[in-house]
């Protein structure tokens, strides 16, 4: 029966309210408020002249979300079957998961992104199975879906605004040349002839042999015997 309710942020300028339909932005006053707590104030007053207030503390936030950075969180160079991102941003966001993100690929590097986990402003995601040789990084493709907590997309409105170039790792599931150039095929040894070998391994922990395929002995090419 009175006049309708009206809502403010600073009790002086009054701003005709319905329930569920007015926004904060629809307050004039509301865009001049800087970052951070304010209240909102509600009133309502009958033909009679009976008021009723209400209010409620808020905080203003139309700052879009960022992200900070896309780093590796496992060893890198790698040949895991399995490696795994730590994605941050700025402030606590919803609506990460697996479509967000894309692969970087080189040489013949290959996975596909698996499990996103995480919350606020720290997630994971794991790339499995990883296949190949090259560089195999992780960006982040903004489509909108990524907002905080406030409902800022990340970025600002509008896609791609918000993409980022993570890290790469350097993938290698390339095995070793290796061949064996002496003793001879079926030749008779008595365990004092040199061993010697071909291999294109100049970054690992070096050779080793065997004749049991169980145990195995470090060996260099030419000075290793039986």
Do not use: C
Not at 63 to 88: E, S
């Amino acid at each position: 029966t009175g006049p309708g309710a009206q809502v403010s942020v600073d009790t002086i300028n009054w701003t005709p309210a319905t329930s569920g339909v007015t926004a904060l932005a629809d307050i004039a006053e509301f865009a001049a408020l800087g970052q951070g707590a304010f209240t909102l104030y509600l009133r309502d007053a009958d033909e009679h002249g009976n008021s009723g207030t209400d209010s409620r503390a808020l905080v203003k936030d139309t700052v879009a979300p960022a992200v900070l950075a896309i780093v590796r969180a496992d060893a890198d160079p790698t040949g895991a079957d399995a490696v795994n991102f730590t994605v941050t941003f700025d402030s606590a966001v919803t609506g990460v998961d697996a479509t967000d993100f894309a692969l970087a690929l080189s040489g013949t590097a290959g996975g596909t992104i698996g499990a996103v986990t995480g919350s606020g402003n720290s997630w994971n995601v794991e790339v499995t199975p990883v296949t190949g040789t090259g560089t195999l990084g992780l960006d982040l493709a903004d489509d909108d879906s990524i907002s905080d907590l406030a409902g800022n997309p990340l970025g600002g409105a509008g896609p791609v605004n918000g993409d980022f170039t993570g890290e790469q790792y350097t993938l290698d599931n390339t095995a070793p040349a290796v061949a064996i150039t002496a003793p001879a095929t079926n030749a008779p040894v008595n365990g004092t002839q040199p061993i010697a070998f071909t291999s294109n391994d100049a970054t690992g922990p070096g050779a080793q042999v065997s004749v049991d395929t169980i145990n195995w002995t470090a060996v260099i090419s030419g000075v290793t015997t039986f």
